[in-house]
């Protein structure tokens, strides 16, 4: 148990770093058609407010629709900040919104894509590992067959914009600047080959597994 004088003696980083490891955020929702369980963006508020909290840290979110290609994402954005002195930390999210969902208004599949985007973010933030998630593939499997009426080069391209974006998220959740990786990428292979999807996937996708490898090999503490 930390006390409240103790936090005094602790870097902000340090503080991120014992609620990161910490924080509890068991999956409490149930998919009663895909028979599995899966942790929303709600469940990990509920944990994460008892360990700010406790380690003088406050937690904002927010979100904008942002333009990629043609097509809109949400981008979310979670800030963790130090209510002790000036630190602050910020790890962005993305999430498609799909062309078509049954059942569902235009508030409501942006609603959606907020809370996954939301999610994305604070699994970013908090180290939680939710890549073998069943709703993470259903939310990936939504926006890659969301336009059934498009020809097969459409279809792929959306397919590569969203294995882009999930390959991004995935390396900015093991500490990586989105920025930096597409700024190192630009240096690497000039900007004509930027829009070239494939490519550009492949090179994410290297240094995704270089560094998952490094990871098995200097294992971290999972949740």
Request: neutral net charge; hydrophobic residues 35%.
């Amino acid at each position: 148990m930390v006390e409240k004088k103790g936090l005094q003696e602790l870097s902000f980083k340090q503080r991120v770093v014992m609620a990161q490891n910490e924080l509890k955020a068991p999956k409490g929702q149930f998919n009663s058609f895909g028979k599995y369980k899966y942790r929303s963006q709600e469940d990990i508020l509920e944990g994460v407010k008892p360990i700010n909290l406790k380690f003088s840290l406050n937690l904002h979110l927010k979100d904008e629709p942002v333009m990629v290609g043609d097509r809109i994402y949400m981008k979310a954005t979670a800030i963790l900040e130090d209510v002790l002195g000036d630190g602050r930390i910020e790890v962005t999210g993305f999430a498609r919104e799909p062309e078509v969902k049954k059942g569902m208004d235009d508030s409501q599949i942006t609603g959606t894509a907020s809370s996954y985007a939301r999610k994305y973010a604070l699994n970013g933030l908090y180290l939680i590992d939710d890549t073998k998630d069943a709703d993470t593939d259903e939310h990936r499997e939504q926006v890659t067959k969301a336009a059934k009426k498009s020809n097969s080069e459409p279809k792929e391209l959306d397919s590569l914009e969203q294995q882009i974006m999930d390959t991004l998220n995935r390396l900015q959740e093991l500490g990586n600047d989105r920025q930096a990786i597409q700024k190192q990428y630009l240096a690497d292979e000039g900007q004509a080959n930027f829009k070239d999807h494939k490519k550009l996937l492949a090179y994410l996708q290297g240094k995704l597994n270089a560094q998952e490898s490094l990871t098995l090999e200097y294992p971290q503490a999972t949740k």
